[in-house]
């Protein structure tokens, strides 16, 4: 239960962490592969559920920040959105120029006036909730055989800026992690091939 509350970020740290577990077989976090992320675009129903996963795929947003944000909260020139998260917190996470595509498509096919950035197809065009948007990404990942959830994709995120070379610190600035452990610990995907690189890098 705790380890379920460190992962969903309810908590910083795991009260269990020094209790000795049963040794089970411990499987490996994994991001999603290029290859998951392009079957997934490609099985999008409509505009709205293509902007929906690049804009969690850029951002890295909880599903839960992503679904509070407003249309007049974007900085369209700037493509940057203010968010609050977890305590009432305040960070800046950036847009991509291909999420901003599918964005601006979507707004522009809106026949509603809700201020939420993602609504709901039929009237009365409520605000997108959290339930929606795992629901959006759970059927998107059943139809190309994916095991997908909105979460996955801040550890995608988080895993391929480490890979490029982004600091370990401004990748938990960008997250909101108030500890910087939790980004490396829980959210970086290092696979065998990185770790191998590096160590060829800086070792040999």
């Given at each position: 239960?705790f380890?379920?509350?460190?992962?969903?970020e309810?908590?910083?740290?795991?009260?269990?962490?020094?209790?000795?577990?049963i040794?089970?077989?411990?499987?490996?976090k994994?991001?999603?592969?290029q290859?998951?992320?392009?079957?997934?675009?490609?099985?999008?129903?409509?505009?709205?559920?293509?902007?929906?996963?690049?804009?969690?795929a850029c951002?890295g947003?909880?599903?839960?920040?992503?679904?509070?944000?407003?249309q007049?909260?974007?900085?369209?020139?700037?493509?940057?959105?203010?968010?609050?998260?977890?305590?009432?917190?305040?960070?800046?996470?950036?847009?991509?120029?291909?999420?901003?595509?599918?964005?601006?498509?979507?707004?522009?096919?809106?026949?509603?006036?809700?201020?939420?950035?993602?609504?709901?197809?039929?009237?009365?065009?409520?605000r997108?909730?959290?339930?929606?948007?795992?629901?959006?990404?759970?059927?998107?990942?059943?139809?190309?055989?994916?095991?997908?959830?909105?979460?996955?994709?801040?550890?995608?995120l988080?895993t391929?800026?480490c890979?490029r070379?982004?600091?370990?610190q401004?990748?938990?600035i960008?997250?909101?992690?108030?500890?910087?452990?939790m980004?490396?610990?829980t959210?970086?995907d290092?696979?065998?091939?990185?770790i191998?690189?590096e160590?060829?890098?800086?070792?040999?």
């Amino acid at each position: 239960f705790f380890t379920w509350l460190c992962d969903e970020e309810y908590i910083s740290k795991n009260p269990m962490r020094r209790v000795k577990k049963i040794k089970t077989t411990k499987k490996k976090k994994v991001a999603f592969t290029q290859e998951e992320m392009e079957r997934m675009r490609i099985a999008c129903a409509d505009i709205r559920d293509r902007a929906v996963i690049e804009m969690l795929a850029c951002t890295g947003c909880r599903v839960t920040e992503l679904s509070n944000i407003n249309q007049n909260d974007i900085d369209f020139t700037r493509k940057k959105i203010k968010i609050i998260g977890k305590g009432d917190k305040e960070r800046t996470v950036y847009i991509s120029d291909q999420a901003m595509i599918y964005l601006e498509q979507y707004l522009k096919a809106r026949n509603d006036n809700n201020p939420a950035l993602f609504a709901t197809k039929r009237y009365p065009f409520d605000r997108l909730k959290k339930d929606g948007i795992e629901r959006i990404v759970r059927e998107i990942g059943v139809k190309c055989n994916i095991c997908a959830y909105p979460h996955k994709f801040r550890r995608t995120l988080c895993t391929n800026l480490c890979r490029r070379g982004m600091p370990l610190q401004n990748v938990a600035i960008l997250l909101g992690h108030a500890d910087i452990n939790m980004t490396a610990g829980t959210y970086y995907d290092a696979d065998d091939h990185t770790i191998s690189y590096e160590y060829t890098k800086y070792a040999a």
